[in-house]
């Protein structure tokens, strides 16, 4: 078992494609709220004179995540079951985020401590759905944050302090809905909703090990493993 699994199970309850993914929707927001809400508390409301320092650690932390989910496609895959389009609609999201965030972070100028692995096992429609679900979440976030740091200043015309191409990105990728979740959870196969839970911890879990790393760069300090 891999660092990142998740032990938390529920019933195997198969939810059938090609109708609304609200139901999965939110069967996985009432079943990640806690960890959610854990990772969300770390980095405040973004807001008062730590907001700077908190958005960068948010760049840094995305940044290390994306490297590790584009490590596990590029190296080792989903399996063969999977539609080439659910992993190529997932592959071209990560990778389009990554590039922004690696601009976001030379603009800035910041460091960021080597990456970790990241690993699903199996990697299935499921799990692919999972995944999905935890980085479309983590978009809609940005968008949040971006009218946080709009309403302060800090983003838009002038961007002396800040550089925001990730924040920016997100919106671009609203327009163009569906997003890879609505894609992945319409497939024609069936997702089981233990397998997708597992795999939205993990990817959780995932988020909040890159920020663990970044903030014991910033002390140089070595985290727990």
């Known amino acids: 078992m891999n660092e990142f699994a998740a032990s938390r199970t529920i019933g195997t309850t198969a939810i059938q494609q090609g109708a609304d993914p609200g139901a999965l929707r939110q069967f996985l927001r009432a079943h990640t709220a806690e960890v959610h809400e854990r990772l969300d508390a770390r980095f405040g409301d973004f807001a008062g004179p730590q907001t700077v320092p908190s958005y960068q650690r948010f760049i840094r932390m995305n940044l290390l995540a994306h490297h590790g989910l584009a490590a596990f496609f590029e190296v080792v895959g989903v399996a063969e079951t999977v539609p080439d389009a659910a992993e190529a609609t997932l592959i071209q999201s990560i990778e389009s985020s990554l590039n922004h965030l690696e601009d976001?972070?030379?603009?800035?100028?910041?460091?960021?401590?080597?990456?970790?692995?990241?690993?699903?096992?199996?990697?299935?429609?499921?799990?692919?759905?999972?995944?999905?679900?935890?980085?479309?979440?983590?978009?809609?976030?940005?968008?949040?944050?971006?009218?946080?740091?709009?309403?302060?200043?800090?983003?838009?015309?002038?961007?002396?302090?800040?550089?925001?191409?990730?924040?920016?990105?997100?919106?671009?990728?609203?327009?163009?809905?569906?997003?890879?979740?609505?894609?992945?959870?319409?497939?024609?196969?069936?997702?089981?909703?233990?397998?997708?839970?597992?795999?939205?911890?993990?990817?959780?879990?995932?988020?909040?090990?890159?920020?663990?790393?970044?903030?014991?760069?910033?002390?140089?300090?070595?985290?727990?493993?």
């Not at 983590?138 to 709009?150: K, T």
């Not at 014991?216 to 300090?221: C, P, S, V």
Request: some cysteine.
């Open 104 to 225: 976001d972070c030379a603009a800035m100028q910041l460091n960021c401590p080597p990456t970790r692995g990241f690993a699903l096992a199996p990697c299935e429609i499921s799990e692919l759905a999972g995944l999905a679900y935890v980085l479309d979440g983590s978009r809609l976030g940005a968008r949040f944050i971006y009218r946080r740091l709009e309403k302060s200043g800090l983003v838009g015309e002038d961007e002396s302090e800040v550089s925001s191409r990730y924040l920016r990105s997100t919106f671009e990728e609203k327009d163009r809905a569906p997003g890879a979740f609505d894609i992945i959870s319409r497939m024609e196969d069936a997702v089981v909703e233990e397998r997708a839970l597992t795999a939205a911890l993990s990817t959780f879990t995932l988020f909040e090990r890159s920020l663990d790393l970044v903030v014991a760069h910033e002390d140089g300090k070595e985290p727990v493993r």
